[in-house]
């Protein structure tokens, strides 16, 4: 791997993981905390939005985002051609 793929392949990494971790910031801390009472007015499955993103919606975001980062990375690892194939 030549140096510029190496740090295209690094960079690239590191702004999948700030737009992922940015999305998981905002889903948890965001909808769950700092918008809790507006979301509370909506009902999802019978309890409060605002209550189900503190309780589930943040893990289950958090899960989604592993297969995203995973399904991306094997993606860039085929481009720089450090794939396991």
């Given at each position: 791997?030549?140096?510029?793929?190496?740090?295209?392949?690094?960079?690239?990494?590191?702004s999948?993981?700030?737009?992922?971790?940015?999305?998981?910031?905002?889903?948890?801390?965001?909808?769950?905390?700092?918008?809790?009472?507006?979301?509370?007015?909506?009902?999802?499955?019978?309890?409060?939005?605002?209550?189900?993103?503190?309780?589930?919606?943040?893990?289950?975001?958090?899960?989604?985002?592993?297969?995203?980062?995973?399904?991306t990375?094997?993606?860039?690892?085929?481009?720089?051609?450090?794939?396991?194939?």
């Amino acid at each position: 791997m030549t140096p510029e793929n190496r740090a295209g392949y690094w960079k690239a990494n590191l702004s999948l993981l700030t737009i992922l971790l940015i999305i998981w910031f905002i889903v948890s801390y965001g909808f769950g905390i700092l918008l809790v009472e507006p979301l509370n007015a909506i009902k999802l499955g019978g309890y409060p939005l605002g209550f189900w993103f503190a309780q589930q919606g943040s893990i289950y975001v958090f899960l989604v985002l592993i297969f995203v980062y995973a399904a991306t990375m094997n993606k860039l690892d085929k481009k720089y051609d450090v794939d396991e194939d």
